[in-house]
């Protein structure tokens, strides 16, 4: 008997319907001699709704209260899941964060988990339950309610599947499986079987949403098997992201390819070469909190040079009043920005055995005409940045060149 | 110092903007030197809509979980209410009825308070916070979340000021205080300073429907004082209700007239006048769950009498068809209905020391040429049933007689 942590996102339990529609895939997995441990999201647009009352009664919601608030919206989920079962004959206990007790801290809207009670949640699946749990929350050591912040149900599944040490912990959503790219940019893309944590990380970070950064971290820290799923499909093995490289000969050197679409590149022209330069440049910027991606420094020459880095294109207005302060300041000549970049990526363990990856991927582009404006690298990742209009093309001509499309 | 306990229903707390002008009518108790625990309803609908949530999700919704899905009405409310404080400055902490702890039974969604640890409040109270506590909810002793039924806010409200040893226990809802009678149907109907716990039972139970009956018997049982007042007017004493009878020599005879409009008859004829012939007409009706109210046995004529009741008018066709089985059993001749009828009811604790009160109600009546079909008494309340189309007229005169009427 298998001890399984099911987790099901916001759109999987967005009516009734489909709430009645888990219940029945659930049981379904109970029945075929499973252990079955469900983490829920709110219905969605349900948070969204919260977050928009909270705003209407406070300019600047108190964290506390608002945890209180929004933590509501997966309480609703599990009881609904835990009716639904009992409507089909199927026992069910629900808990909220604070009734299992996953222990966080006090970090109100952005709380980390300490420690989770599991003995509640082993004695009810013995007692021939299925436990549905309140994703995305938990409970401070002085009883008040906390949340994970966005995207948190995810890792409230791999938080349970560790410490009830589970034979696996599969992510139900909307997408059945992990894919070499977009397959709405290329529709030769195909889904993986397996992927590495690691890989998985660089995808996720670089903007294939199907997980949250947290929970793959969390779940490649505890070893937890994780597996991504479609919750629309009966049938389909997802993808299974693993701790160790597939032994296989035939192992791709690339895994996929992820890609943004909404980057600026802002450039700080006639900077002094002084030691610390880069740091007056982007302290301000990091204080007005904004993220800044890629960075590049030219090469020095009479004594000045150019400074160039990119952010979220929504950011950028922001940036570049920090910029035209810092101006002044540092003595440099002017600040451009460029508001239609892209970013393109590619990301595979098999890079590290394999020399002349990144030629490849430059030759692959400038055989295309593809001017790359920025490179940054990382062991097992290498991103360049280009302009918006050609990343369909560049994503596409990448997809093919790494023989990443699906066997004709 | 006074420790004041204020309780705001769902319109009060109906949306946004009624949030804050809540926030802002405690903070002004508070300022004017009071401590104040606030207890909140679900906004108005919310508990309908997850009410209908749960239907939609099972045909008949498991009660531990129509709890914990209930119970975030509440939840959000506490949450809004806190944020609204802050947002004016004000220091405030929400509980849910399990933070509290509210202690019931397992009775689920019509659990019954056990205990309540007032000291964490006393401590914040003390710290100089409002605490803002959900309404209408618990937690059993095995940390299950449960719910006091509908308007259970109220019991919560009285409760907590029972608890707390509270100077008073002010119930805010959207009329200004406790009337002699509808003045929808009596514009001359005058608002009472004060009532006693007893008559305000007998108002309530007959359709009065300001105050829970639930809470209104535990402030007599604990006696708090407990006052009806307007959230949505900024002055106004509301009525309290008071424990002692008024001392004042002019304490009126009748207090208030209470009227209820949906009411059925229901007439065996020919029943054998045979011990325990009540008990096997009114037995069944019981087992199908139908609430009877008034019930008259004539005088026997030839062995045989007419057994009369009332039950609500939504009741009436459920009711006739346990009669029509229970006609063959017991031998009867026939079961009529009249779904016509109206109840009216004066009652008043002064009614103990006036002899005539009841006559002078039926000359009233007879005057107008209204005929009296059922009587019913209490030590403080006559009620008689009556045409429907006669209501109204009936407690016009009814409330001009016992000197009711505003004084001109």
Redesign the interface.
Known sequence: MALIVQKYGGTSVGN?ER??NV?RKVAKFQAAGNQVVVVVSAMSGETNR?IA??K???????P??????V??GE??T???????L??IGVK???Y?G??VRILTDSAHTKARILNIDEAPIKKDLDEGNIVVVAGFQGVDEH?N?TTLGRGGSDTTGVALAAALKADECQIYTDVDGVYTTDPRVVPEARKLDTITFEEMLELASLGSKVLQIRSVEFAGKYKVKLRVLSSFQEEGEGTLITVEEDQNMEQPVISGIAFNRDEAKLTVLGVPDKPGIAYQILGPVADANIEVDMIIQNVSQDGTTDFSFTVSRGDLDKATKVLESVKAHIGARAVVSDKTMAKVSIVGVGMRSHAGVASQMFRTLAEEGINIQMISTSEIKISVAIEEKYLELAVRVLHKAFGLDVAA
């Open positions: 009734p709430i009645k219940a919260l009352l909270a209407d009664v406070a300019t600047s919601p108190e506390r209260e608002l945890d209180v608030v933590s509501t309480q609703v599990i009881g609904l899941l835990c009716m639904a009992h409507d069910a206990k629900s909220t604070a009734q009883g309610i």
